[in-house]
């Protein structure tokens, strides 16, 4: 059961107006140093914080918040648009400094809060920023108890209310079970304080999220999962571990050779579903996989026109794309763009998949998300246990885009695309 609520934080004549979920709005005065917000897909726990943050800002002031993810570049598509729009909402000017990921504003009170955003690619980098008043870590579990270590001491001045680290995250234990160890008292999540001292757990899933058509989109694609581990994870948010995974691929910097022949595979997506845009390098009998695009919310002129902005692609070379989206092909066409229908056919995916299962495939450092989705992608496994003969259908646009790619190019079996009307 959830409610719509409406808060108001007063801070002389201006008045900030955030829908917040009943579950959720306990943890705006929530001071515990470390909090865990753990859970099933799309349960707005990402947004809360940002709404936190945002309360926290206009009732306290002269904040200095640091978002983090693991990798750096990774942390645009996920959190700053949330605060770009959330602010923009809010009508609060505010101003975005590209260069160092930073956006600042004022209160009513004329007390200025900087929102900056981060990756633990260098921890030096992060140890040296002073003046932190509490830190958000983004997709807890891609970051190692190491760098948890490194965040922690990095929130050591006493400069505000309190000082706290919020995690946000999908159980999965197969991704990070020093969490679980760190934070958990037993298997079962539920909320209430954590195995940690001055920690604190936060559940909650799909049902929890108070914006309605976001919790519907999502509950659609949740309802459709029938592998019994992902439904635990990302449906119930409750701790699992996944088995069988497809992929063993390494992660390696590019080498710097000439290759044979560069090509592309794509996956288009839009309101939840991301669009992916890969690039594959091939040499001999070796492929790198390297991700350019991974992100929701672009229609087929807005994907195409980051194609072309991509110094790094080559519009003349090859990119395979999901032949059941001709239309969408078509579009990129016209664009100038050599978008071409993959090969698709009877049991396609699973002789795509054993096919790639004999390449040697690398992935290029920094492809955060087709890491995630190696680590996520596996065979669908029945309540019983036993593994079936079919892939899981979620999370899989970075590994749809590149066996789109290997597998079309490879074999050679591309018909020719026909311009509409040409």
């Known amino acids: 059961m959830w409610i719509i609520l409406i808060l108001l934080a007063f801070s002389m004549a201006k008045e900030l107006r955030l829908t917040i979920s009943s579950t959720f709005k306990p943890l705006l005065t929530n001071q515990y140093r470390y909090l865990n917000l753990v859970g099933g897909k799309g349960s707005g726990k990402s947004e809360f914080v940002a709404r936190k943050m945002l309360y926290r800002c206009w009732v306290e002031g002269n904040h200095k918040f640091l978002v983090l993810r693991k990798v750096r570049a990774t942390t645009y598509d996920s959190v700053i648009e ?122 909650s899933t799909i049902a929890d999220n108070p914006i309605a058509d976001i919790r519907n989109s999502y509950r659609r694609i949740l309802d459709r999962l029938e592998d019994e581990v992902y439904i635990s994870i990302y449906k119930h948010g409750q701790w699992a571990v996944p088995k069988e995974k497809i992929y063993n691929w390494d992660i390696v910097d590019l080498p710097d050779i000439k290759f044979d022949e560069i090509f592309y595979g794509g996956d288009f997506g839009y309101s939840i579903n991301p669009a992916a845009f890969i690039k594959i390098y091939h040499k001999a009998n070796e492929y790198w996989v390297k991700e350019l695009i991974y992100e929701t919310g672009l ?13 790094e692609v080559n519009l003349l070379d090859p990119q395979y794309w999901d032949s059941a989206e001709p239309k969408s092909i078509q579009e990129l066409y016209e664009m100038g763009i050599n978008a071409l229908p993959s090969d698709k056919g009877p049991d396609s995916v699973k002789h795509g998949i054993d096919f790639l299962k004999e390449q040697i495939i690398h992935i290029v450092s920094g492809s955060e998300n087709i890491k995630k989705e190696r680590n ?36 050679n079996n591309v018909e020719p695309f026909v311009i509409i009307g040409g």
């Open 82 to 203: 949330v605060w770009q729009k959330m602010l923009d909402e809010q009508k609060v000017k505010y101003s975005y400094r590209k260069f160092d990921r930073t956006i600042s504003f004022r209160n009513s009170n004329r007390q200025k809060n900087i929102i900056k955003f981060d990756g633990l690619d260098d921890p030096e980098k992060i140890e040296s920023i002073k003046g932190i008043t509490g830190i958000h870590m983004e997709e807890l579990t891609e970051f190692t108890s190491k760098d948890f270590r490194i965040v922690d001491l990095a929130l050591r001045e006493q400069l505000s209310d309190y000082e706290q680290i919020i995690g946000t995250y999908n159980p999965d234990e197969g991704e990070a079970e020093w969490i679980k160890n760190k934070f958990f008292l037993n298997d079962k999540i539920k909320t209430g304080p954590g195995k940690m001292e001055d920690s604190y757990i936060h559940h």
């Open 299 to 311: 229609t087929n002129i807005a994907l195409g026109e980051k194609i072309k902005g991509l110094k």
């Open 376 to 411: 996520k992608y596996k065979m669908r496994q029945d309540k019983n246990g036993n593994i079936l003969n079919k892939p899981v259908e979620y999370m899989n646009h970075a590994m749809d885009a590149i066996r789109y790619g290997i597998c079309t190019h490879s074999h």
